[in-house]
Structures are given as structure tokens and as C-alpha cells.
């Protein structure tokens, strides 16, 4: 049973940049697509970014340009990235995991596994 753990989240002002990273654990990493999603308040679960575990990635329109997801499996980590932040990047953000395909999708059914958020906030 792969276990999900983010950290990384708090306090940043507008421009700034932050990274949050989740580490796995109860599989073999190189065999696991991550992907990472936000919840803003008052919003459904979004899809941010994903990267396959045969290197494959893919973003949302919203942050390609600001965002980078990257992986290191010697330490079963994914780190996102986050530059340019603007206060609508105010969200939980999550980790997920698909250890069933290489091409993962952009669909929260995708993954089976989840962390449990960490916040990120963003003041102008």
C-alpha cells in the first residue's frame, strides 16, 4: 500500500516562489507516475501537473509557465516547483500517485493514492 506524504507548503507573498515535495513509501518509486493537484476555497480538486515514471510529463494551461514537477527516486521524492505566485495559486495542494500505467492521466479517477494536502498560501 503506497503511502503519500507532502510537505513544503505555508506563507509566501505574490512573485514569490515555494516548492512542496511528497515523499512515497510501500512501493517501488520507479515504477510510480506522481502527479500533484490543488483544491483553492470554495473549489473543486484541480489537475496541476504529472510525471510519469518513464519520464513523461504534462501541465495545466494554468501554471506551465510558472510550474516544474521533477523527481528523485533515490529519495522516492516529487518536488513542484512554484514560481511567479499569484494569490490565486491559494489552495491545499495534493500529491497522487498511479503505480498501474505509465501515461498517467489529468483526471483525479487516475490515482489511487493520495497525501493528505498541505497549504499554500499566497498575499498580495
Known amino acids: 500500500q503506497l503511502q503519500l506524504v507532502e510537505s513544503g507548503g505555508g506563507l509566501v507573498q505574490a512573485g514569490g516562489s515555494l516548492r512542496v515535495s511528497c515523499t512515497a513509501s510501500g512501493g517501488p518509486f520507479n515504477r510510480i507516475s506522481m502527479a500533484w493537484f490543488r483544491r483553492p476555497p470554495g473549489q473543486e480538486r484541480e489537475f496541476l501537473a504529472h510525471l510519469s515514471w518513464i519520464g513523461l510529463t504534462a501541465y495545466s494551461d494554468s501554471v506551465k509557465d510558472r510550474f516544474a514537477i521533477s523527481r528523485d527516486n533515490a529519495k522516492n521524492t516529487t518536488n513542484l516547483q512554484m514560481d511567479a505566485l499569484k494569490p490565486e495559486d491559494t489552495a491545499v495542494y495534493f500529491c497522487?500517485?498511479?503505480?498501474?500505467?505509465?501515461?498517467?492521466?489529468?483526471?483525479?479517477?487516475?490515482?489511487?493514492?493520495w497525501g493528505q494536502g498541505t497549504q499554500v498560501t499566497v498575499s498580495s
Open positions: 497522487a500517485a498511479d503505480n498501474r500505467r505509465p501515461f498517467p492521466g489529468t483526471d483525479e479517477s487516475d490515482y489511487d493514492y
